[in-house]
């Protein structure tokens, strides 16, 4: 049980993505007033995620909401990592299930092409 005083410290601990100790990987949660702590679900916790293996043209943020079947909720897309050519993938930020398998790849498809198969890099992923 961590005690954070300021606001703006408990945010950016809850929004800043995958945090490890020990190279364990650690779920952060907040609690409300009157809510005992063992009754806090730890489930979901945010990842940066590389997409690799994109068809052109798929590296847009509709295709990257769309992939969140691979996960719980999208949260974001990096757009700044799009500026070059030479890139090659995309970075969205999701909410991962921990009770879930990762996902290290889907098959998408573009009308009139055939499947491709897109694989997924968790970002700062230890021990899951």
């Not at 945090?19 to 730890?42: A, C, E, T, Y």
């Amino acid at each position: 049980l961590l005690k954070k005083f300021h606001m703006v410290n408990l945010n950016t601990v809850l929004q800043g993505g995958s945090r490890s100790f020990d190279n364990h990987l650690l779920v952060f949660g907040s609690i409300k007033v009157d809510v005992i702590p063992s009754q806090i679900l730890l489930l979901h916790i945010p990842f940066w995620v590389q997409v690799h293996d994109l068809l052109v043209g798929f590296m847009i943020m509709t295709v990257g909401k769309h992939l969140r079947n691979f996960s719980d909720d999208f949260m974001e897309y990096n757009s700044k990592n799009n500026y070059s050519f030479w890139k090659r993938y995309m970075r969205i930020r999701v909410l991962v299930d921990i009770k879930r398998p990762l996902k290290i790849f889907e098959k998408i498809k573009k009308p009139k092409v055939e499947w491709k198969i897109v694989s997924f890099k968790y970002e700062r992923l230890r021990n899951f």
